[in-house]
């Protein structure tokens, strides 16, 4: 049960950095737990992202720099920190990730955690 769990969590984290289908609320809140209490499955899915993060265009990268204020070369590991450790705390809510697909919706919450606040 564990192994699936934690595969389940590393699976999660890459379809929701990679923008794929949105996931349901039962996921977010088991890979959310799983991500609380396991330190090791939350290092595997930060490594992931990193991993992804340093293959973005280098474009890209630079823009989420200056965004997220920090140096080009911290992106990738300050990125992914920020966010997997704001989403295993519960800082980053289902209702906040629902909103990060609308271009209306007021992401300023999931902005200011990206950038360290």
């Known amino acids: 049960m564990r192994f699936n769990m934690r595969f389940g969590a590393v699976l999660l984290g890459a379809a929701m950095l990679a923008g794929c289908n949105t996931v349901t609320e039962g996921q977010w809140n088991t890979a959310q737990a799983v991500m609380h209490g396991s330190p090791a499955v939350k290092r595997d899915v930060i490594k992931g992202c990193v991993a992804r993060q340093t293959a973005k265009p280098l474009a ?3 823009l989420e720099s200056q965004v997220f204020n920090v140096g080009l070369e911290r992106l990738p590991s300050t990125y992914c920190n920020r966010l997997w450790n704001a ?7 289902y209702a906040d990730y629902l909103k990060l697909w609308s271009s209306t919706a007021d992401n300023s919450k999931v902005i200011k955690i990206m ?3």
């Open 60 to 62: 890209e990268r630079k």
């Open 87 to 93: 989403f295993a705390k519960g800082r980053i809510s």
């Open 115 to 117: 950038q360290g606040n």
